[in-house]
């Protein structure tokens, strides 16, 4: 997988917009970039993936960079329930969904 | 919504014995996988399954672990003389399609080896 690095943990205050940043430098111009989280030992549930341009959901908006070496994950206005281990993905192109997950940012939203 | 399920929640067995982790993926999905996350660790790709066979396959995955879609909407894991190290979370996968397509992931099902 192109490499990605991401802050080992962040803190959020519950009702402010979290951001998550994600560095993937070596990313290669036809691999997407994909965002999972994980809340305390569930199933690493999808929220959003993007390849160039911004994407937004329900859940969140995705920011790439233009250069697509880093992405930013927004959550626009966290909840207690967003308390979890938030993972940034690069699979290569042609193992297609293989996901290859690494530590991932703790986020810890706080009240 | 449609989900992922995973029976059973926990399995406590014995080292040496067969165990068979069953998942029932969402019903238009094509792609399966199965993924282990040993307590405190990273989640580990173990295993990807499409029409009918192994598509790929991770160091993991030795002769001890055997994967199978029985009978068009389950999808086991079996692992066949079980470890110590085999205690884990194992994490069923599907998706609709590759390439683009997300993952939806089941619950897990926790596996504890005395």
């Known amino acids: 997988d192109a490499k990605t690095t991401q802050p080992t943990s962040m803190d959020c205050a519950e009702g402010r917009a979290a951001n998550l940043p994600c560095n993937h430098s070596t990313i290669s111009g036809n691999e997407y970039v994909y965002w999972y989280r994980q809340i305390h030992s569930q199933g690493p549930q999808y929220i959003i993936h993007g390849l160039k341009n911004n994407e937004t959901n329900e859940m969140a908006s995705l920011i790439i960079t233009e250069d697509r070496k880093s992405s930013t994950l927004i959550l626009p206005h966290a909840t207690l329930r967003d308390t979890a281990v938030y993972y940034c993905?690069?699979?290569?192109?042609?193992?297609?969904?293989?996901?290859?997950f690494g530590a991932g940012t703790i986020l810890r939203v706080k009240s | 919504e449609p989900e992922v399920t995973q029976t059973p929640s926990h399995q406590v067995t014995q080292m040496g014995q067969e165990v068979i982790l069953r998942c029932v993926p969402i019903?238009?999905?094509?792609?399966f996988y199965w993924y282990r996350q040993i307590l405190g660790q990273k989640v580990e790709f173990l295993v990807s399954f499409y029409n009918n066979e192994i598509s790929e396959k991770s160091e993991i995955f030795d002769d001890q672990f055997s994967v199978e879609r029985p009978d068009g909407s389950n999808f086991t894991l079996k692992i066949r003389s079980t470890k110590l190290e085999d205690s884990a979370m194992y994490f069923c996968?599907?998706?609709?399609?590759?390439?683009?397509?997300?993952?939806?992931f089941g619950e897990g099902s926790r596996l504890t080896v005395l």
């Open positions: 993905i690069v699979p290569p192109r042609e193992y297609g969904n293989k996901l290859v």
């Open positions: 996968a599907s998706s609709e399609r590759t390439l683009g397509g997300e993952l939806f």
């Open positions: 019903s238009n999905h094509l792609y």
